[in-house]
């Protein structure tokens, strides 16, 4: 129960009945092995290959937290001894699976749980530029769990579903023969639900070194849960990095990204780099059911009137554009350079980048 509930916090489909069933397939097992209860708990849990694929790190990340002692020595209400399991006992900072062992007593860890919930939240909303060195882990740890469970979330979401379609006969008289052959329930052929495409266009010039790390993890995170996603990098120069951001864990991805051709913290060259883009990639990544994020700060050395024809031409081409700027964060910005200024007309949505928090509010605008 400890673990169904701290997947589901990470983003796996599990309510109340998936638990029930949990408990009940555990209770089945022919041997405590945590080999075999892990088998169990994913058989059980997971309901899509995404799910599948997850489940194998949820549990190492659990265990990572758990304490491993035999129950032997523990006694139920009526005084009857538990037979002797290989079972983690969680510790303090996950969820208590209940009885009185394992619940601290009255007053304590009350100051730790605070503490820690207030800590968590003043990172969440916190500039990355203004992210003291000591709270540098903390903070890649918190962004690491949040922006893993947003992306699965917003990869169950947007689906994009087919219409009514054709009358299909074959299963329409199937269906209709436990009711006399009476034709009751139409059914009809329909286009396989499709998940929805997702470009991102990452700025990794020098205006945004405060920025870009981070903006990079989130693109490692929404790449690696979007089937149909695709992730750019530029600066002078266009790289897709699409293949290193999905197959990758992320220092080692940063490693290969370090060696890219794409002008790491030099100049800006947004028009160009769109203009290189359209050429190459477009015919290909973008479509009416394609929402295109642009990650930069808006500072361009180049022509606004290519930047603005460039983006004119995806915006022709997609769902919608959107465009988080980290400066928009800052207070009193306001969006008045050449680049900006030429390509909010084609923007959809224009919001901060700055934080955890606003990077995570991106599911708003994909609804």
């Known amino acids: 129960m400890a673990f169904c509930r701290y997947a589901r916090t990470e983003g796996l489909s599990i309510g109340v ?14 041997e405590s092995t945590l080999e075999t209860f892990q088998s169990c ?14 489940f194998d790190h949820l549990f190492s990340e659990f265990l990572r937290g758990v304490e491993r002692r035999p129950l032997a020595d523990r006694q139920t209400k009526r005084g009857v001894r538990r037979p002797q399991q290989a079972w983690p006992q969680t510790r303090p900072g996950f969820w208590m699976a209940g009885g ?6 009255e007053g304590e860890n009350e100051t730790n749980v605070v503490t820690g919930a207030t800590a968590e939240e003043r990172l969440t909303t916190m500039d990355f530029s203004r992210v003291p060195p000591q709270d540098q882990a903390a903070l890649e740890k918190l962004a690491v769990r949040l922006m893993r469970r947003t992306s699965i979330r917003l990869a169950r979401r947007l689906r994009i579903s087919g219409s009514s379609g054709r009358l299909d006969m074959r299963r329409t008289i199937r269906r209709s023969i436990g009711r006399g052959g009476e034709p009751c329930d139409l059914s009809y052929r329909q286009k396989k639900r499709q998940q929805a495409r997702l470009v991102l266009f990452l700025d990794v010039s020098g205006s945004m070194n405060l920025y870009s790390l981070f903006l990079l993890r989130f693109a490692h995170a929404l790449t690696r849960h979007f089937r149909r996603a695709q992730a750019f990098i530029f600066s002078s120069s266009l790289v897709e990095v699409s293949r290193e951001l999905r197959s990758s864990a992320l220092p080692a991805a940063l490693e290969i990204l370090s060696r890219c051709p794409a002008g790491w913290a030099g100049g800006t060259r947004i028009g160009e780099s769109l203009h290189d883009f359209n050429r190459r990639h477009a015919r290909k990544s973008l479509s009416r059911d394609t929402f295109f994020i642009m990650l930069s ?7 606004p009137e290519l930047l603005a024809s460039e983006l004119d031409a995806i915006k022709r081409r997609v769902k919608k554009l959107i465009w ?18 030429a390509a909010l007309p084609y923007v959809d949505a224009f919001a901060p980048a700055h934080s955890l928090e606003s990077l995570l509010a991106l599911e708003k605008h994909l609804r």
């Open 297 to 303: 700060d808006g500072w361009d050395t180049g022509e």
């Open 17 to 30: 009945t998936e638990t029930l069933v949990a408990v009940e397939a555990v209770r089945t097992l022919p």
């Open 100 to 105: 009185s062992e394992n619940r601290p007593s």
């Open 41 to 54: 708990l994913r058989a059980v849990l997971c309901s899509s290959k995404e799910e599948w694929e997850l």
């Open 324 to 341: 988080l700027n980290p400066l928009l964060g800052l207070e009193g910005y306001r969006p008045l350079t050449r680049g900006i200024a």
